[in-house]
């Protein structure tokens, strides 16, 4: 090989790896920019911890825009609040069957199970 030929050939290598630079730094820009957009769509796929922005329903209205509300709006559940352990509705039944206001003295309205 002559010295010429290996000055081309190392010309033509340093152009090769700067190509190759080229598109390695492109591609690593693709794949941030598609990590960001997956993101976005993960947002708006799963509404956890999504917030009201318009401040919450008034009156059961729901605000068109509100990331929430727009939720609420395609079917998503509400949420709610159990303070109480549920029993089963043969177990209350049963209970309520075997309660008597007047050995109870609940008074004029049961307040037997409230809690």
Known sequence: MTV????NTTDENIV???ILDD??????????NLK???????????????????????WGRKTPGCPRCD????GAE??????RPRESDASFSARLAAHDCKSSDCGPVCTAFDY
């Open 4 to 7: 010429t030929r290996m000055i």
């Open 16 to 18: 090769a790896r700067k």
């Open 23 to 32: 598109l390695l730094a492109d591609a690593e820009e693709k794949v941030q």
């Open 36 to 58: 960001q957009e997956i993101k976005l769509i993960e947002k708006e796929i799963n509404p956890v911890n999504r917030k009201h922005t318009c401040g919450g329903p008034v």
């Open 71 to 74: 939720d609420l709006i395609a």
């Open 78 to 83: 509400p949420v709610t609040w159990d303070i």
